[in-house]
């Protein structure tokens, strides 16, 4: 008998922690909480309270897939990091998979996704070129979807990777980051 996968998918590439849990092509649950900040503190309580209300470990779960972005620098790096770890340390493969690929198994056939970035502009896909917009500029855009969406599609387009082998997931950034390092020669180490 062939099992459909229990893939436990997640989000924190913007201003919200999402979850959701999938087998197959059912989703068990999906749970999302708007935050602008403290997404690294309440990720790994967030995965727990789900798997056990679904009465589910994880050594149960087939594989994780994460929201690699684009969207927040921090964000990204927070959701990236814990599924690389949780990986590695549960054995599973984990799938990282663009809020472009996301968004696109929610929007209409018509309808162009387009992702929220600072200072009124748009990240979207021109054919297969990311771009940053205006979002003035974007028309025909896809309705903004629930974390608790967004994390369902996540965890549901890894079913469609599943069981094929996952590179580690890698942040998926158009942009540069607005902090660069310093310019500055860093100071002499005194011995």
Known sequence: MNVPPLILGFDTSAAHCAAALVRGDQVLVSVGEEMARGQAERLMGLLEELLADQHVTWADLDALAVGTGPGNFTGIRIGVSAARGLALGLGCPAYGVTGFEARGRLAQDDARVAIPAPRDMAYVMDGATPRLLPLAEVENTAPPPAPAEIAAAIALHA?????????????????????????????PILS
């Not at 990777?161 to 020669?185: E, H, N, Q, S, V």
């Open 159 to 187: 079913v469609t990777l599943w069981p094929g082998k996952a590179p580690a997931p890698a942040p998926f950034y158009i942009r540069a980051p607005d902090a660069a390092p310093a310019r500055d020669a860093p100071p």
